[in-house]
T-cell receptor
Framework: EDQVTQSPEALRLQEGESSSLNCSYT??????LFWYRQDPGKGPEFLFT???AGEEKEKERLKATLTKKESFLHITAPKPEESATYLC???????????FGQGTELSVKP | NAGVMQNPRHLVRRRGQEARLRCSPM?????VYWYRQLPEEGLKFMVY????????ESGMPKERFSAEFPKEGPSILRIQQVVRGDSAAYFC?????????????FGDGTRLSIL
Protein backbone atom coordinates (compact mmCIF):
# COMPACT_ATOMS: atom_id res chain seq x y z
CA GLU A 1 0.00 0.00 0.00
CA ASP A 2 1.38 3.40 -0.97
CA GLN A 3 2.25 5.57 1.99
CA VAL A 4 3.19 9.16 2.70
CA THR A 5 4.58 10.04 6.13
CA GLN A 6 5.30 13.52 7.42
CA SER A 7 7.44 14.69 10.31
CA PRO A 8 7.35 16.32 12.70
CA GLU A 9 3.63 16.31 13.52
CA ALA A 10 3.95 19.78 15.02
CA LEU A 11 6.66 22.41 14.85
CA ARG A 12 6.91 25.60 16.85
CA LEU A 13 9.27 28.28 15.57
CA GLN A 14 10.13 31.81 16.53
CA GLU A 15 9.69 34.39 13.82
CA GLY A 16 12.80 34.33 11.65
CA GLU A 17 13.85 30.83 12.73
CA SER A 18 14.30 28.76 9.56
CA SER A 19 13.49 25.05 9.51
CA SER A 20 12.50 22.14 7.28
CA LEU A 21 9.49 19.83 7.15
CA ASN A 22 9.98 16.25 6.01
CA CYS A 23 7.85 14.01 3.80
CA SER A 24 8.77 10.35 3.20
CA TYR A 25 6.94 8.48 0.46
CA THR A 26 6.60 5.10 -1.17
CA UNK A 27 8.99 5.30 -4.10
CA UNK A 28 7.54 2.76 -6.51
CA UNK A 29 5.08 4.26 -8.98
CA UNK A 30 5.31 7.87 -7.81
CA UNK A 31 4.34 10.24 -10.59
CA UNK A 32 4.30 13.47 -8.64
CA LEU A 33 4.76 14.83 -5.11
CA PHE A 34 2.54 17.72 -4.05
CA TRP A 35 2.77 20.22 -1.21
CA TYR A 36 -0.30 22.02 0.09
CA ARG A 37 -0.95 24.52 2.85
CA GLN A 38 -4.13 24.26 4.93
CA ASP A 39 -5.41 27.00 7.23
CA PRO A 40 -7.97 26.20 9.96
CA GLY A 41 -11.47 25.90 8.52
CA LYS A 42 -10.19 26.04 4.95
CA GLY A 43 -9.36 23.63 2.19
CA PRO A 44 -5.81 22.77 1.14
CA GLU A 45 -4.13 25.41 -1.00
CA PHE A 46 -1.75 24.17 -3.68
CA LEU A 47 1.90 25.16 -3.28
CA PHE A 48 4.22 22.96 -5.37
CA THR A 49 4.50 19.89 -7.54
CA UNK A 50 7.77 17.97 -7.80
CA UNK A 51 8.38 15.16 -10.28
CA UNK A 52 11.95 13.93 -10.17
CA ALA A 53 14.81 13.57 -7.70
CA GLY A 54 16.93 16.70 -7.53
CA GLU A 55 14.09 19.00 -8.48
CA GLU A 56 13.61 22.20 -6.47
CA LYS A 57 10.87 24.83 -6.51
CA GLU A 58 10.60 28.12 -4.64
CA LYS A 59 7.84 30.50 -3.74
CA GLU A 60 8.60 33.48 -1.53
CA ARG A 61 10.10 32.03 1.68
CA LEU A 62 9.22 28.44 0.82
CA LYS A 63 11.47 25.99 -1.02
CA ALA A 64 10.50 22.42 -1.83
CA THR A 65 13.01 19.75 -2.79
CA LEU A 66 12.71 16.12 -3.82
CA THR A 67 15.18 13.27 -3.28
CA LYS A 68 14.79 9.61 -4.23
CA LYS A 69 12.80 8.83 -1.10
CA GLU A 70 11.97 12.12 0.64
CA SER A 71 10.77 15.62 0.06
CA PHE A 72 11.57 18.65 2.16
CA LEU A 73 9.76 21.92 2.56
CA HIS A 74 12.20 24.50 3.81
CA ILE A 75 10.87 27.70 5.33
CA THR A 76 13.30 30.60 5.49
CA ALA A 77 12.81 33.26 8.17
CA PRO A 78 9.12 32.42 8.66
CA LYS A 79 6.54 34.96 9.71
CA PRO A 80 3.49 34.37 11.95
CA GLU A 81 1.20 34.48 8.92
CA GLU A 82 2.86 31.30 7.67
CA SER A 83 1.44 29.38 10.60
CA ALA A 84 -0.66 26.61 9.05
CA THR A 85 -0.73 22.87 8.49
CA TYR A 86 1.49 21.81 5.60
CA LEU A 87 0.41 18.70 3.74
CA CYS A 88 2.40 16.46 1.48
CA UNK A 89 0.66 14.16 -1.02
CA UNK A 90 1.80 11.53 -3.49
CA UNK A 91 0.26 10.87 -6.88
CA UNK A 92 0.73 7.30 -8.06
CA UNK A 93 -0.08 5.04 -10.99
CA UNK A 94 -3.59 4.45 -9.68
CA UNK A 95 -5.64 7.06 -11.39
CA UNK A 96 -6.40 10.44 -9.97
CA UNK A 97 -6.25 10.07 -6.22
CA UNK A 98 -3.74 11.75 -3.95
CA UNK A 99 -2.29 9.92 -0.95
CA PHE A 100 -1.87 12.47 1.83
CA GLY A 101 0.42 12.48 4.83
CA GLN A 102 -0.89 13.46 8.25
CA GLY A 103 0.50 16.97 7.92
CA THR A 104 2.87 19.14 9.93
CA GLU A 105 1.21 21.82 12.02
CA LEU A 106 3.52 24.83 11.95
CA SER A 107 3.21 27.59 14.53
CA VAL A 108 5.36 30.71 14.14
CA LYS A 109 5.47 33.00 17.15
CA PRO A 110 6.39 36.69 16.89
CA ASN B 1 -12.13 32.97 -11.79
CA ALA B 2 -14.11 31.30 -9.03
CA GLY B 3 -12.49 28.43 -7.21
CA VAL B 4 -14.07 25.15 -6.18
CA MET B 5 -17.37 25.90 -4.46
CA GLN B 6 -18.80 23.61 -1.83
CA ASN B 7 -22.09 23.94 -0.02
CA PRO B 8 -23.29 23.92 2.54
CA ARG B 9 -20.23 24.89 4.59
CA HIS B 10 -21.77 23.36 7.70
CA LEU B 11 -24.41 20.65 7.85
CA VAL B 12 -26.04 19.20 10.94
CA ARG B 13 -28.01 15.97 10.72
CA ARG B 14 -29.55 13.58 13.20
CA ARG B 15 -28.68 9.91 13.12
CA GLY B 16 -30.63 8.15 10.39
CA GLN B 17 -31.12 11.21 8.20
CA GLU B 18 -29.61 11.80 4.78
CA ALA B 19 -26.81 14.25 4.02
CA ARG B 20 -26.24 15.77 0.59
CA LEU B 21 -23.01 17.63 -0.08
CA ARG B 22 -22.56 19.64 -3.25
CA CYS B 23 -19.47 20.61 -5.17
CA SER B 24 -19.10 22.89 -8.18
CA PRO B 25 -15.67 22.49 -9.77
CA MET B 26 -13.54 25.29 -11.10
CA UNK B 27 -14.49 26.54 -14.53
CA UNK B 28 -13.03 24.30 -17.19
CA UNK B 29 -12.45 21.40 -14.81
CA UNK B 30 -14.23 18.15 -15.60
CA UNK B 31 -12.53 15.93 -12.99
CA VAL B 32 -13.85 15.91 -9.43
CA TYR B 33 -12.44 14.18 -6.36
CA TRP B 34 -13.96 13.79 -2.90
CA TYR B 35 -11.86 13.42 0.25
CA ARG B 36 -12.80 13.02 3.89
CA GLN B 37 -10.90 14.40 6.87
CA LEU B 38 -11.86 12.76 10.14
CA PRO B 39 -10.94 14.49 13.41
CA GLU B 40 -7.23 14.04 14.14
CA GLU B 41 -6.71 12.20 10.85
CA GLY B 42 -5.36 13.13 7.46
CA LEU B 43 -7.23 13.57 4.22
CA LYS B 44 -8.44 10.27 2.77
CA PHE B 45 -9.51 9.77 -0.82
CA MET B 46 -13.09 8.66 -1.33
CA VAL B 47 -14.09 8.86 -4.99
CA TYR B 48 -13.00 10.26 -8.36
CA UNK B 49 -15.56 11.24 -10.98
CA UNK B 50 -15.54 12.62 -14.45
CA UNK B 51 -18.69 13.99 -16.04
CA UNK B 52 -21.38 11.28 -15.71
CA UNK B 53 -18.81 8.59 -14.83
CA UNK B 54 -17.32 7.20 -11.65
CA UNK B 55 -13.66 6.52 -12.40
CA UNK B 56 -12.44 5.28 -9.01
CA GLU B 57 -14.55 4.67 -5.91
CA SER B 58 -12.01 2.57 -4.03
CA GLY B 59 -12.14 4.87 -0.99
CA MET B 60 -15.90 4.93 -0.63
CA PRO B 61 -17.55 2.92 2.17
CA LYS B 62 -19.49 0.08 0.57
CA GLU B 63 -22.80 1.05 2.13
CA ARG B 64 -24.76 4.29 2.55
CA PHE B 65 -22.36 6.44 0.47
CA SER B 66 -22.84 7.38 -3.16
CA ALA B 67 -21.54 10.06 -5.51
CA GLU B 68 -22.53 11.48 -8.84
CA PHE B 69 -21.36 14.14 -11.26
CA PRO B 70 -24.16 14.75 -13.76
CA LYS B 71 -23.77 16.32 -17.17
CA GLU B 72 -25.33 19.50 -15.82
CA GLY B 73 -24.96 20.77 -12.28
CA PRO B 74 -22.68 20.11 -9.34
CA SER B 75 -21.21 16.88 -8.10
CA ILE B 76 -23.17 15.40 -5.19
CA LEU B 77 -21.88 13.23 -2.35
CA ARG B 78 -24.81 11.52 -0.67
CA ILE B 79 -24.73 9.81 2.70
CA GLN B 80 -27.81 7.85 3.67
CA GLN B 81 -28.82 6.94 7.23
CA VAL B 82 -25.97 8.92 8.76
CA VAL B 83 -24.23 7.69 11.91
CA ARG B 84 -22.04 9.52 14.43
CA GLY B 85 -18.90 8.20 12.74
CA ASP B 86 -19.77 10.12 9.59
CA SER B 87 -18.98 13.41 11.36
CA ALA B 88 -16.05 14.86 9.45
CA ALA B 89 -14.97 17.53 7.01
CA TYR B 90 -15.65 16.54 3.41
CA PHE B 91 -13.52 18.21 0.76
CA CYS B 92 -14.01 18.34 -2.96
CA UNK B 93 -11.19 18.99 -5.41
CA UNK B 94 -11.15 19.48 -9.15
CA UNK B 95 -8.65 19.39 -11.99
CA UNK B 96 -8.80 19.91 -15.75
CA UNK B 97 -7.36 16.45 -16.43
CA UNK B 98 -5.96 13.37 -14.72
CA UNK B 99 -2.37 14.24 -15.56
CA UNK B 100 0.00 14.57 -12.64
CA UNK B 101 1.10 17.96 -13.90
CA UNK B 102 -2.36 19.33 -13.23
CA UNK B 103 -2.73 19.90 -9.48
CA UNK B 104 -6.02 19.33 -7.77
CA UNK B 105 -7.60 22.49 -6.38
CA PHE B 106 -9.70 22.17 -3.26
CA GLY B 107 -12.83 23.81 -1.95
CA ASP B 108 -13.19 24.88 1.67
CA GLY B 109 -15.15 21.78 2.60
CA THR B 110 -18.43 20.86 4.23
CA ARG B 111 -18.29 20.20 7.96
CA LEU B 112 -20.81 17.49 8.72
CA SER B 113 -21.96 17.04 12.31
CA ILE B 114 -24.19 14.16 13.36
CA LEU B 115 -26.27 14.60 16.49
Amino acid sequence: EDQVTQSPEALRLQEGESSSLNCSYTVSGLRGLFWYRQDPGKGPEFLFTLYSAGEEKEKERLKATLTKKESFLHITAPKPEESATYLCAGYYNQGGKLIFGQGTELSVKP
Amino acid sequence: NAGVMQNPRHLVRRRGQEARLRCSPMKGHSHVYWYRQLPEEGLKFMVYLQKENIIDESGMPKERFSAEFPKEGPSILRIQQVVRGDSAAYFCASSPSQNSNQPQHFGDGTRLSIL
